[in-house]
C-alpha cells in the first residue's frame, strides 16, 4: 500500500519530464488532447476491470472520449481531476448506474472477470451486488443500523436464518470499523449516527453482500479530518479483500490511500501511473500542471 503524503508545494519544484503534448505556456487547459491516447501504465497484469474505448455521451454531448484502461485485482485506484472532468461518469460505468439517466448512451467494451457487463441479457441486480457503491453524502435508509446491513443479504436471500442474518450483520459492521461503537444499539435509527458513522454503515452496508468490487464517490468529502482517516485505515484493510476505485478531489487522499492514480481531463484518461510516480514525476505536462495548482 502506498503510504506516501506528498507535499504539493514540493511537487512544484520536481524536475520537468517533457510534455507528451505541448501546452500554452499560460493556459494548460486549452491543451489539445490525442483522444485515446493515455500515457504511463494503464493496464494490469491481473485485471479485474478490462475497459477498451469506454466513451460516455449525453444526448450530443460526450462526457468520456474513447478511454482504455485496466482495474486491477485487490488494487486502490483513485481517480482525480478538475470539476466536470469525467471521474464519476466513468465511475458510475462500472456498476452501471448511467442505466437510469435516459439520454446516457455508453459504448465500448467493459468486461468484469471477461464478462461484458453491458450485455443485453446481463442482470444489473446481479452486477450491483458484485460491484458496490458508497456515494459521497451518506445515505442510510431511516431504518435501524441492523436493518440498514441486513437490507442487501434479504433481498438477495444470502440469510435463511435470523442467525446467519446475525453473523452477516456483525461481520460487516467489524469489517468497517464499526461494531463497539454499534453493538450495543442496532435497533437505533442509523440517520441519528454521526456522518462519519454514517458513511462506515454505508460501506458496512455495501460489503453485507459480499461484494468483488466497491466504488467510493467522493466518500469523504462530508467528514471532519477524524472520520476521513478512519474511512482511508478502512479502504486500507479492505484492499486485501476488494478491489476498489475512489473518486477524490483531494491530491492527498489520493497519495495516501491508492496503489494507482488516473488523471482525467476534460472526458480524457490523461495519465495513469503508480500513485507515487503521478505526484512526483508525472509524464504528462498536465498532470503535472493540475497538480502544481496551475489550474483545477
Known amino acids: 500500500m502506498n503510504t506516501m503524503n506528498p507535499s504539493i508545494s514540493a511537487e512544484a519544484d520536481m524536475q520537468d519530464q517533457g ?5 500554452r505556456e499560460n493556459n494548460p487547459e486549452d491543451t489539445v488532447i490525442e483522444e485515446g491516447k493515455t500515457v504511463g501504465k494503464p493496464f494490469a497484469a491481473d485485471p ?3 475497459l477498451r474505448n469506454v466513451s460516455v455521451s449525453y444526448g450530443k454531448d460526450r462526457a468520456i472520449k474513447d478511454i482504455s484502461l485496466d482495474i486491477g485485482r485487490n488494487e486502490v485506484i483513485s481517480f482525480i481531476g478538475p470539476s466536470g472532468c469525467g471521474k464519476s461518469t466513468f465511475l458510475r460505468c462500472l456498476n452501471r448506474m448511467n442505466d437510469s439517466i435516459d439520454i446516457c448512451r ?5 468486461l468484469l472477470d471477461d464478462e461484458d457487463i453491458y450485455h443485453s441479457k446481463r442482470d444489473v441486480v446481479e452486477l450491483r451486488a458484485r460491484v458496490g457503491m458508497v456515494f459521497q453524502k451518506p445515505n442510510p435508509f431511516p431504518k435501524s443500523i441492523y436493518d440498514n446491513v ?4 434479504r433481498i438477495h436471500g444470502l440469510a435463511n436464518r435470523k442467525s446467519d442474518l446475525d453473523d452477516i450483520v456483525e461481520n460487516s459492521l467489524r469489517k468497517a470499523g464499526l461494531w463497539d461503537e454499534a453493538k450495543d444499539r442496532l435497533d437505533s435509527i442509523a440517520t441519528g449516527m454521526s456522518g462519519g458513522q454514517q458513511q462506515r454503515l454505508c460501506i458496512a452496508r455495501a460489503i453485507a453482500v459480499s461484494p468483488e468490487v466497491i466504488l467510493m464517490d467522493e466518500p469523504c468529502s462530508a467528514l471532519d479530518p477524524i472520520a476521513t482517516a478512519r474511512v482511508e485505515e478502512l479502504i486500507a484493510e479492505m484492499s486485501e479483500s476488494y478491489t476498489i476505485v475512489i473518486v477524490t478531489h483531494s491530491m492527498q487522499q489520493a497519495a495516501r490511500v491508492s496503489h494507482r492514480t488516473a488523471y482525467f481531463h476534460l472526458g480524457h484518461l490523461v495519465e495513469v501511473n503508480e500513485t507515487n510516480k503521478v505526484f512526483t514525476s508525472p509524464e504528462h505536462q498536465l498532470t503535472e500542471s493540475y497538480i502544481t495548482g496551475r489550474f483545477g
Open 19 to 23: 510534455p507528451a503534448i505541448p501546452v
Open 48 to 50: 479485474k476491470f478490462k
Open 106 to 110: 455508453v459504448t465500448g467494451e467493459l
Open 150 to 153: 441486513a437490507y442487501g443479504p
